[in-house]
């Protein structure tokens, strides 16, 4: 069955520093993978999105994302973090045939120090 | 143009009672997909509707029943509540079944108590 992890609860940056929040997905074939971010009292905002072609992502509010099929991994990193990203972020991953179910890890929750 | 829209905001039942959830779609989207989030957790897929019909449906039982009108709006059912359907209801939308981008709307929280 297709599962995915975040490995890290909580994550906690100074502003200004760099981010790298963790996935892996276990799925055989190749996924369709994603990043959303949801503060609070909001739904779920997409970031970006994986389908094929270039391994690195570039997102919206100056994400970025890697898939790494060796590693199962899609890592979201982010240079320079801002107060306003302190949020939860979760990976998802869906399949062809399956476009509307997207499967979410328990996500990681980003606090921002100033 | 108006994302996703879901209704009500919040809401407080008894268990044994029944809820319905609402769900208007983003404009020139027609199918509808509802995910339950549990407190620390991440979204769980509940069903997916296209056509009015209910085209995929995850881990749940029949409690859950939905519907899609003929303006692509969607309604979640759940009967007879039980303590652990204590969630935030998300409703996402996209355009066609063979799209992978979908939109989330701002959910409804529901308390069981």
């Known amino acids: 069955a297709q599962s995915v992890t975040q490995p890290d609860i909580h994550i906690t940056v100074s502003e200004g520093a760099s981010l790298e929040l963790r996935c892996n997905y276990s799925y055989g074939a190749t996924p369709y993978l994603f990043w959303y971010v949801q503060s609070p009292g909001q739904g779920l905002q997409l970031l970006l999105k994986?389908?094929?072609?270039?391994?690195l992502v570039q997102g919206i509010k100056g994400f970025e994302a890697e898939f790494k099929r060796s590693q199962s991994s899609f890592n979201l990193r982010k240079p320079s973090v801002h107060w306003s990203d302190a949020a939860e972020y979760f990976c998802?991953?869906?399949?062809?045939?399956?476009?509307?179910?997207?499967?979410f890890g328990k996500g990681t929750k980003l606090s921002v120090k100033p | 143009d108006a994302g996703v829209t879901q209704s009500p905001t919040h809401l407080i039942k008894t268990r044994g009672q029944q809820v319905t959830l609402r769900c208007s779609p983003k404009s020139g989207h027609d199918t509808v997909s509802w995910y339950q989030q549990a407190l620390g957790q991440g979204p769980q897929f509940i069903f997916q509707y296209y056509e009015e019909e209910e085209r995929q449906r995850g881990n749940f039982p029949d409690r859950f029943s939905g519907h899609q009108f003929p303006n692509y709006s969607s309604e979640l059912n759940v009967n007879a509540l039980l303590l652990g359907d204590s969630a935030l209801y998300l409703c996402?939308?996209?355009?066609?079944?063979?799209?992978?981008?979908?939109?989330f709307g701002p959910g409804t929280r529901l308390t069981v108590t």
């Open positions: 996402a939308s996209r355009k066609g079944m063979e799209s992978y981008e979908q939109y």
């Open positions: 994986y389908f094929s072609g270039d391994t």
């Open positions: 998802a991953v869906s399949t062809r045939g399956s476009q509307g179910n997207l499967i």
